[in-house]
């Protein structure tokens, strides 16, 4: 498996109707992707769930390194760069997926969680622990360890809106615009 995320930072006053218009068209175009398990396409609007500003993104779980190769390298992306310009592209290696109770509803809210893998820490017992029974509400969830700053990272898609984060606490909350979820299934 593979994970990952780019996101595009617009303009305060950058029409968000827009930006799900955008998701609602090319949204659909994802849900037969082979090799994909979810593409999320998120959104932040300023001001709420703590957002500083206004951002769109897409969040992959690639069942198949290879499709998001492909993907990154050919037309598809093209369009992406075309649109927004070419963004950091952010990636994980999984470490655990699995599908929640609520996976035949729909995914409004994606909630992103980040924290430090202390240098000393039983790295056995962190890999152990990723694998937990999703809460209620939860459509999928997955967790990822980033190899370049020794963090996991956790995506949990969610039914309701979730609390807004404490400031500071690495988590940031997104509304799902669409859930391309061809590879849902072949979770556990």
């Given at each position: 498996?593979?994970?990952m995320?780019?996101?595009?930072?617009?303009?305060?006053?950058?029409?968000?109707?827009?930006?799900?218009?955008?998701a609602?068209?090319?949204?659909?175009?994802?849900d037969d992707?082979?090799?994909?398990?979810f593409?999320?396409?998120?959104a932040?609007?300023?001001?709420?769930?703590?957002?500083v500003g206004?951002?769109?993104?897409?969040?992959?779980?690639?069942?198949?390194?290879?499709?998001?190769?492909s993907?990154?390298?050919?037309?598809?992306?093209q369009?992406?760069?075309?649109s927004?310009?070419?963004?950091r592209v952010?990636?994980?290696?999984p470490?655990?997926?699995?599908?929640g109770a609520?996976?035949?509803?729909?995914?409004?809210?994606?909630?992103?969680?980040?924290?430090?893998?202390?240098?000393?820490?039983?790295r056995?017992?962190?890999?152990a622990?990723q694998?937990?029974?999703?809460?209620a509400?939860?459509?999928a969830t997955?967790?990822?360890?980033?190899?370049?700053?020794?963090?996991?990272?956790?995506?949990?898609?969610?039914t309701?809106?979730p609390?807004?984060?404490?400031?500071?606490?690495?988590d940031?909350?997104?509304?799902?615009?669409?859930?391309?979820?061809?590879g849902?299934e072949?979770?556990?």
């Open positions: 498996m593979f994970a995320q780019y996101s595009h930072r617009l303009p305060a006053g950058h029409d968000m109707e827009a930006i799900r218009r955008r609602a068209q090319r949204g659909p175009l994802w992707t082979e090799g994909l398990v593409k999320a396409f998120v932040q609007e300023r001001g709420r769930h703590r957002a206004h951002l769109y993104a897409s969040v992959y779980l690639w069942r198949e390194p290879a499709a998001a190769a993907f990154l390298m050919g037309e598809r992306f369009n992406v760069i075309d927004f310009g070419r963004p952010e990636s994980w290696l470490l655990d997926a699995r599908a609520a996976r035949t509803e729909r995914a409004a809210w994606l909630r992103r969680s980040e924290r430090a893998l202390d240098a000393d820490a039983d056995t017992a962190v890999f622990a694998a937990r029974e999703p809460e509400g939860v459509v997955w967790s990822a360890l980033d190899l370049a700053a020794w963090r996991i990272v956790r995506f949990t898609l969610l309701d809106a609390e807004a984060p404490d400031a500071g606490d690495g940031a909350i997104y509304e799902v615009l669409h859930l391309a979820q061809p849902l072949t979770l556990p």
